[in-house]
């Protein structure tokens, strides 16, 4: 009944739009607010299965307080409903879903130091939601979570002009991640050792130093380091005989780097080109029994869990003013993603592994059109097509090859 209330938020919150714009238009007040949402409506299919009718909505609202000239406290709600066909990707392959909801609260203070520095403290809070089926209710998927945590990030103005603007940050935070209804196998069999009841929960650090420079009709782009380090607190590790090391635990080491370049080309079209690069290594190897009682079939895999990925997006971007506070958007992008494992040898149909490392790629296609229908209304077009293409042929539990295309359309309000 709570998690359900989840989805009234978005009526208040434009509840609380108006009331706080009435009244900051009367008194002048520092406080200042913004409301942002969509809600479309449509069909979603993957390719050899059902089709379903799809909901896909977002919303935002941000009510902020102007304290003084230096310091402003800010806070942010985000929310999301997705309820059509769709793979969520997990660590052992992708699982298809049927809907998935997220809310994350977030809170800080950001505080001028002069006119170039300023410190942000922070902290958050996230709730995801995974139903892998109609029938399963919210609060008990297997891949639900909640996460907690704070940070501080400063930031440095190196250059500010009308024409060009150039920032420097660097952040840490740290995160505590539960997975409330995942309990490992282990424990189900052995209720009395706690062994791995909760081997998904884990603690997070994570250090992020970025660079980005901003012209307004030249050049822009962007570069950004990230390196995650991830602590399981119940997951232990396990050796060629099937022997798991009671003190050792689980640990991941995650390097990201970030990059963007955006560029105008006339009369409002423009285009931009995103890269990331991620390295994954862990500690932990892999004992794959393949669900049998005989120890004649099993496989150990080490280094079950590292891998390299590769994604480049380039975009094309056209924005025009129809009239004052009415602007026409339409995107057109394309996103090439390569999972390559160091380490997870590919099986064939039967779940017999092969000589070759897993190769998973996905290519996707989408376009979105936003039609402005008064200054705080827009008619939105979305659609995209992705395929998956893995030489992974066991699909008993996850799925790696499939083409998923979804279609909706709706209606978005900012305030």
């Excluded at 639900?144 to 024409?163: I, N, P, V």
């Excluded at 940050?169 to 740290?174: A, N, T």
């Excluded at 009709?217 to 050796?239: P, R, V």
Aim: charged share 25%.
């Amino acid at each position: 009944m709570i998690l359900r209330r989840f989805r009234w938020l978005p009526l208040l919150s434009l509840f609380a739009v108006f009331f706080t714009s009435a009244a900051s238009a009367e008194d002048k007040s520092p406080f200042f607010c913004t409301l942002q949402g969509e809600a479309l409506g449509g069909y979603s299919d993957i390719e050899g299965r059902d089709g379903e009718f799809s909901s896909l909505d977002n919303w935002l609202f941000s009510p902020s307080w102007k304290l003084s000239d230096k310091l402003f406290f800010i806070n942010s709600y985000n929310g999301s409903y997705n309820r059509s066909a769709q793979v969520v990707a997990q660590e052992e392959g992708g699982r298809q879903t049927d809907t998935t909801q997220t809310h994350s609260l977030n809170t800080s203070l950001k505080y001028f130091m002069d006119d170039k520095w300023s410190l942000r403290p922070f902290f958050f809070a996230d709730w995801v939601f995974v139903n892998e089926t109609r029938d399963e209710s919210f609060g008990n998927g297997l891949y639900d979570y909640r996460q907690l945590g704070g940070g501080l990030e400063s930031a440095w103005t190196l250059l500010k002009t009308d024409a060009r603007e150039d920032e420097l940050k660097l952040g840490f935070r740290y995160l505590d991640r539960e997975y409330p209804n995942y309990i490992s196998l282990l424990s189900l069999f052995d209720r009395n050792a706690s062994i791995e009841t909760n081997e998904k929960d884990l603690d997070g650090y994570k250090v992020n130093l970025s660079g980005e420079s901003k012209m307004k009709d030249s050049w822009s782009w962007g570069l950004e380091g990230i390196f995650f380090y991830k602590d399981y607190t119940d997951k232990k590790t396990i050796n060629s005989n099937s022997i798991r090391d009671m003190s050792s635990t689980r640990e991941d080491f995650v390097e990201y780097v970030n990059v963007y370049a955006s560029h105008p080309i006339a009369n409002g079209w423009s285009w931009r080109l995103d890269g990331q690069f991620t390295a994954n290594q862990s500690n932990l190897d892999f004992y794959d029994t393949h669900n049998s009682p005989s120890f004649g079939d099993d496989d150990f895999i080490p280094d079950y869990f590292d891998y390299y990925s590769f994604e480049i997006k380039p975009s094309l971007l056209y924005a025009k003013d129809w009239a004052e506070e009415r602007r026409f958007f339409f995107t057109l992008d394309y996103t090439f993603n390569a999972l390559l494992y160091d380490g997870r040898r590919a099986q064939d149909i039967a779940g017999r592994y092969t000589g070759n490392d897993e190769r998973d790629y996905t290519h996707t296609m989408s376009s979105k059109t936003s039609v402005p229908i008064n200054k705080n209304f827009s008619w939105v077009v979305y659609g995209s097509y992705t395929i998956a293409d893995s030489n992974q042929d066991f699909e008993s539990l996850y799925l790696y090859n499939y083409n998923l295309w979804t279609a909706v359309t709706g209606i978005s309000i900012k305030y």
